[in-house]
């Protein structure tokens, strides 16, 4: 028999900044967030784990994709993403030091669903991210993600 069970949707962030990943951290901590989060550093292991079994039973629920990784950029991947079937409904947030207009441009042509500059100031950073997390896994009304027990 196959059981249907909600489970609560993870975080996923491609960034290839430790002192970035840290702040973040910091933030979700102190904004009590207890969705699980998964961290990529490059664009092409997001991309495998995304696309594999244990991607899927990860249930993302949002993605924060940086544009400026080693190797395969940031809208790239989401390209890639928004090609893959399974992935084409999961939010995607580009999460980036970047504020120029061709990057936002490509980003939303690519199927961002959001753009946010990543502040400098920590206060700011959590602000961005309490504003960015309440609306994509509080607010949004997304389609539910399941994974099968056997």
């Known amino acids: 028999m196959v059981v249907a069970t909600y489970k609560t949707p993870s975080i996923c962030v491609v960034d290839d900044s430790?002192?970035?990943l840290l702040v973040l951290k910091r933030a979700l901590k102190q904004l009590n967030v207890i969705n699980p989060l998964?961290?990529?550093?490059?664009?092409e292991s997001a991309l495998a784990f995304l696309t594999s079994d244990e991607g899927r039973l990860a249930?993302?629920?949002?993605l924060l994709l940086d544009i400026n990784l080693p190797g395969?950029?940031?809208?790239?991947?989401?390209?890639?993403?928004r090609a893959h079937r399974g992935l084409m409904s999961v939010p995607v947030v580009m999460?980036?030091?970047?504020?120029?207009?061709?990057?936002?441009?490509?980003?939303?042509?690519a199927g961002?669903?959001?753009f946010v500059t990543k502040p400098?100031?920590?206060?700011?950073?959590?602000?961005?991210?309490?504003?960015?997390?309440?609306f994509w896994l509080r607010t949004a009304r997304l389609p539910l993600s399941y994974f099968e027990d056997v």
């Open 18 to 20: 430790d002192d970035d």
């Open 38 to 43: 998964q961290r990529f550093d490059k664009a």
């Open 59 to 62: 249930n993302v629920g949002l």
């Open 72 to 81: 395969t950029d940031g809208i790239s991947l989401l390209e890639k993403l």
């Open 95 to 109: 999460f980036t030091t970047s504020d120029a207009p061709e990057d936002i441009r490509r980003s939303y042509q």
């Open 112 to 114: 961002a669903n959001a």
């Open 120 to 134: 400098v100031a920590t206060s700011g950073f959590t602000e961005a991210i309490n504003s960015t997390l309440s």
